[in-house]
């Protein structure tokens, strides 16, 4: 069974960096968006940056209005990794970051989930 294996969650000062990973445990065919989710306490989970790929148009990012200009998402399309370079971090980043990666609906299943890594930003 694939699972996404994702690193780089820890510890921050405000204003600091970290760099999230997520890559599947074995090779999976097919995805054409990958994404990252946080989740404070007590709210919901929320989509944080977006990057998918094929078509005419390319790749492809979008990210939350929160995070514009800190966050920058990319990937290695090689080995199906994603990552999440979060600068200027502030408190108010502080959640469980998940990455999520999507296929086509004919695949089943057609998206995986990371178990999540906790970012907090404190000083």
């Known amino acids: 069974q694939v699972q996404l294996v994702e690193s780089g969650g820890g510890l921050v000062q405000p204003g600091g960096s970290l760099r999230l990973s997520c890559a599947p445990s074995?090779?999976?065919?097919?995805?054409?968006?990958m994404d990252w989710y946080r989740q404070a306490p007590g709210r919901q989970r929320t989509l944080v940056a977006t990057?998918?790929?094929?078509?005419?148009?390319?790749?492809?990012?979008n990210y939350a209005d929160s995070v514009k200009g800190r966050f920058t998402i990319s990937r290695n399309i090689a080995n199906n990794t994603v990552y999440l370079q979060m600068n200027s971090l502030k408190p108010e980043d502080t959640a469980v970051y998940y990455c999520?990666?999507?296929?086509?609906?004919?695949?089943?299943?057609?998206?995986?989930w990371g178990q999540g890594t906790q970012v907090t930003v404190s000083s």
């Open positions: 999520r990666m999507e296929r086509p609906r004919w695949y089943i299943p057609y998206e995986y």
């Open positions: 990057i998918t790929s094929g078509g005419t148009t390319g790749t492809v990012t």
């Open positions: 074995t090779n999976v065919i097919g995805i054409n968006a």
